[in-house]
C-alpha cells in the first residue's frame, strides 16, 4: 500500500444536461453500482477511487455537477480547480447534444486552459430506434474541438471504467511530457506524490531523454 504522499491525485468533473446519467457514471465507477432512476443531483455530487496507471497510484475525485441552469452559478465555482472534465449527453435525447456546445464554451471560459476533456454520449444501450445522435455525430464533435470520444452505459458498464480511465491516463501523459510543471501545480487539480513512485517514472523519462538527444 501507497503512502498518501506517494499517490497522485487528479480533480475531475462531470458535466452536462440534468439527466444525462452523471450521477450514473459516477456511481458505476466509483462502487460498481447502477441506479435506474437516481435522485436529480442538487449543486454538487462527490466520489473518490483511487487506480493504478503505470504503477502510479492516482485518486481521483470527481464532482458530478448538477445540470440545472439554476445551479450553474455553482458548480462553475469547481471548473477552475479540475484537471479533466466528461461532457456527458444522452444518445437519446437530441437536445443535451445540442447544449454541449454551450457547456463547453462554460468549460473553455471557466476552467483551466490546459483542462483535459472527453465527450460522452451515455445510454447507448438503448434500443436503435431510440437513438436520436449516431456516433458518427458524437465522433464529429469532438473531433472539431478537440476532444476525446466515448460512448458508454451504466447499465451494461460498457466503456464507464474506460472513460476515466482513458482521461486519467491523458492527463499524466501530459504531466510527463511537462505539458505543464505538475510540482509546482501550475495546472490547478493535479498533485503527483511526491515520493519515490513519481520521482523514479521521472528519472526514467530524464535518461531517456539524454539518450535520445
Known amino acids: 500500500m501507497s503512502s498518501e ?3 497522485c491525485v487528479f480533480n475531475f468533473i462531470t458535466i452536462g444536461d440534468s439527466g444525462v446519467g452523471k450521477s450514473c457514471l459516477l456511481l458505476k465507477f466509483v462502487n460498481n453500482k447502477f441506479q435506474a432512476d437516481p435522485e436529480i443531483t442538487i449543486g454538487v455530487g462527490f466520489g473518490i477511487k483511487i487506480i ?3 504503477n502510479i497510484p492516482i485518486k481521483l475525485r470527481i464532482w458530478d455537477t448538477a445540470g440545472q ?10 471548473y477552475r480547480n479540475a484537471a479533466a472534465a466528461l461532457l456527458v449527453y444522452d444518445i437519446t435525447r437530441r437536445e443535451t447534444f445540442a447544449h454541449i456546445t454551450s457547456w463547453l464554451e462554460d468549460t473553455r471560459r471557466f476552467g483551466h486552459e490546459k483542462m483535459t476533456m472527453i465527450l460522452v454520449g451515455n445510454k447507448c444501450d438503448e434500443s436503435a430506434h431510440k437513438r436520436a445522435v449516431s456516433i458518427e455525430e458524437g465522433e464529429q464533435f469532438a473531433k472539431e474541438n478537440g476532444l476525446a470520444f466515448m460512448e458508454t452505459s451504466c447499465k451494461t458498464a460498457y466503456n464507464v471504467d474506460e472513460a476515466f480511465m482513458k482521461t486519467a491516463s491523458t492527463v499524466l501523459m501530459k504531466a510527463r511530457d511537462g505539458d505543464f510543471d505538475a510540482s509546482s501545480e501550475e495546472l490547478p487539480g493535479i498533485r503527483v506524490g511526491n515520493g519515490a513512485i513519481w520521482r523514479r517514472h521521472q528519472d526514467r523519462l530524464g535518461r531517456l531523454g539524454s539518450c535520445c538527444s
Open 5 to 7: 504522499s506517494e499517490i
Open 52 to 54: 493504478t496507471i503505470d
Open 69 to 78: 441552469e439554476k445551479f450553474q452559478s455553482i458548480t462553475r465555482t469547481y
